[in-house]
C-alpha cells in the first residue's frame, strides 16, 4: 500500500504530543527536582504528605427545630440545608417566616 498507515495519522508528520498524564508527572518531576537535573530512574518521587479530610466534630449532630410547618405539625426544620418543600410552598403562598417559628415559651 503506497505507505498509507492503517489509522489516523498526527498532524505534525507523526509525532504526537505526550499523553496529559505523561505530560503532568513530567513536569512534577522537574518541579521536585533540587538542582534542576532529572531525576534518576527508579527514585520515588515524593510531593508531600497526603492529606485526609477530617470531619468536623460537629458532624451529624442534632440541631433543634426552629420551623414547624403550618399545615401539618409534623413537619419541621431546623433552618440548616436546603430548605425543605413546604417552607417554600409556604413562603410563595405569602407566609412570613416568623409565622413559622418555633416559640420556646
Not at 500500500?1 to 513536569?27: F, K, N, R, Y
Not at 533540587?34 to 477530617?54: F, I, K, M, T
Not at 436546603?82 to 405569602?94: C, K, N
Request: glycine share 12%.
Amino acid at each position: 500500500m503506497d505507505g498509507e498507515a492503517d489509522g489516523p495519522q498526527a498532524s505534525d508528520g507523526g509525532l504526537s504530543a505526550p499523553h496529559p498524564v505523561e505530560a503532568t508527572a513530567a513536569g512534577r518531576r522537574s518541579l521536585a527536582s533540587n538542582d534542576g537535573a532529572a531525576p534518576q530512574a527508579g527514585s520515588s518521587l515524593r510531593l508531600g504528605p497526603l492529606r485526609r479530610h477530617v470531619p468536623s466534630k460537629l458532624a451529624g449532630t442534632k440541631v433543634p427545630a426552629k420551623y414547624r410547618d403550618p399545615a401539618n405539625a409534623a413537619n419541621v426544620w431546623s433552618g440548616r440545608g436546603r430548605s425543605p418543600r413546604w417552607y417554600e410552598e409556604a413562603l410563595r403562598a405569602g407566609t412570613p417566616p416568623e409565622a413559622m417559628l418555633i416559640h420556646d415559651d
